[in-house]
């Protein structure tokens, strides 16, 4: 894989990838739409990664793991539809799942959702903000209850 600009950022990227791709550490950021609609279904983050943009990872992916450095994710940056598990690594203070669902660790703002297998959604009454790409792959969806920040 080559990396597009900045050696720690990457964006850009063929859309025609397909499989697995490791980022190497050192990188820090995966740009806007860096993965945009390509066939990518896994990918592994580095522990040095501090940001990921808006729509970087809408790809195909089945599973991600979120390093504990991660301090901003963009809106739609997981919007995939064979998303099935959204993992924060132990000491990220930034983000947390609950049920299957991202959040940022002040449970404010809903970022993404587990779209192939989860069919509720319970919103806790602190979230202002759910992200608009974040229900778009939610097929398997089927009751969706907002709490009392709407």
């Known amino acids: 894989m080559s990396c597009i ?4 950022i990457i964006h850009g990227l063929n859309a025609n990838i397909t499989g697995t791709v490791v980022i190497p550490e050192g990188v820090e950021s995966i ?5 945009f609609r390509s066939e990518v279904t896994s990918v592994v983050l580095p522990s040095t990664l501090k ?6 990872l809408q790809a195909n992916l089945q ?10 994710i963009g809106k739609g940056a997981f919007s995939c539809d064979n998303l099935r598990s959204i993992v924060v690594e132990e000491g990220n203070t930034a983000f947390t799942v609950k049920d299957g669902v991202l959040y940022t660790s ?10 192939a297998t989860i069919e509720r959604i319970d919103v806790p ?4 903000d759910i992200d608009g790409d974040s229900l778009n792959t939610a097929g398997a969806l ?3 209850h907002l709490g009392k920040g709407f």
Do not use: C, H, K
Not at 106 to 115: E, F, K, N, P
């Open 5 to 8: 600009g900045s050696p720690r």
């Open 31 to 35: 740009g806007n739409a860096a993965f």
């Open 51 to 56: 940001t990921i943009g808006w729509n970087a």
């Open 63 to 72: 599973e991600i793991t979120i390093p504990a450095q991660v301090s901003t």
């Open 106 to 115: 002040d449970m404010s703002r809903l970022v993404a959702v587990t779209g």
């Open 125 to 128: 009454d602190s979230v202002t």
């Open 142 to 144: 089927r009751s969706l």
